[in-house]
């Protein structure tokens, strides 16, 4: 019964900032690594940010020096600040995360968002 969350997507004009958040909930054991994917029409599916429990964070070239991935454990919740957004950042972005369950045993698998339109006007 884990659900990721996400919200935080919306229009905005070029050059302008959004801020994405993604909630984990649910009977969680543990949290790995917590990541951002994008994709856009007609394009495959992209790595936009990743960040682990430790807080070391990796991020696609396009998103270098734009966008900064963080979390709050306690809360496990992940973020994505999006800044000098351009047209090309049109996508739906997704949350990401490996995570863990004690159901009487451990299990750990790959959970997905909904996903949240985020469209940047020219």
């Known amino acids: 019964q884990v659900q990721l969350v996400e919200s935080g997507g919306g229009l905005v004009q070029a050059g302008g900032s959004l801020r994405l958040s993604c909630v984990a909930s649910?009977?969680?054991?543990?949290?790995?690594?917590m990541s951002w994917y994008r994709q856009a029409p007609r394009k495959q599916r992209e790595l936009v940010a990743t960040i682990t429990s430790a807080g070391s964070t990796n991020y696609g070239e396009f998103a270098k020096g734009r966008f900064t991935i963080s979390r709050d454990n306690a809360k496990n919740t992940v973020y994505l600040q999006m800044n000098s957004l351009k047209s090309e950042d049109t996508a739906v972005y997704y949350c990401?995360?490996?995570?863990?369950?004690?159901?009487?045993?451990?299990?750990?698998?790959?959970?997905w968002g909904q996903g949240t339109q985020v469209t940047v006007s020219s």
């Open positions: 990401k995360t490996y995570l863990c369950r004690d159901i009487g045993l451990v299990v750990c698998s790959d959970y």
């Open positions: 649910g009977s969680i054991f543990s949290i790995n690594t």
